[in-house]
């Protein structure tokens, strides 16, 4: 069964910090690329941060040098730590695996599951 589990989100204060699991089942693990995304409310989900195989790091400009993404594969966990978190950095936060290592034009392979919330208050 191919299933994706996020947990570890929360209310933070503005330059807090909160680090995301992501529990990943039904593959191989140390074969997949690996993504968070996240969606606001009223926004588009976007792909933030990701990580391949070979430990190969993507993040967008927004959080870079804030989030750290990185991955434990004898626990089948990808992990998303978070600090210096702003306001705008409020969604629901997603795993999924990608479609491959360039990030340009990568998509979410499986189902969806239900994020974790994130708040952060000014």
């Known amino acids: 069964q191919r299933q994706v589990v996020e947990s570890g989100g929360g209310l933070v204060q503005s330059g807090g910090s909160l680090r995301l699991s992501c529990v990943v089942s039904g593959h191989i693990f140390s074969t997949l690329v690996l993504g968070w995304y996240r969606q606001a409310p009223g926004k588009q989900r976007e792909l933030v941060a990701g990580i391949t195989p070979a430990g190969r790091l993507h993040y967008i400009d927004d959080v870079q040098g804030r989030f750290v993404v990185s991955r434990d594969n004898a626990e089948r966990t990808m992990y998303l730590q978070m600090d210096s978190l702003k306001p705008e950095d409020t969604a629901v936060y997603y795993c999924?695996?990608?479609?491959?290592?360039?990030?340009?034009?990568?998509?979410?392979?499986?189902?969806w599951g239900q994020g974790t919330q994130v708040t952060v208050s000014s």
């Open positions: 999924n695996i990608l479609s491959g290592n360039l990030w340009t034009g990568t998509r979410a392979m499986w189902d």
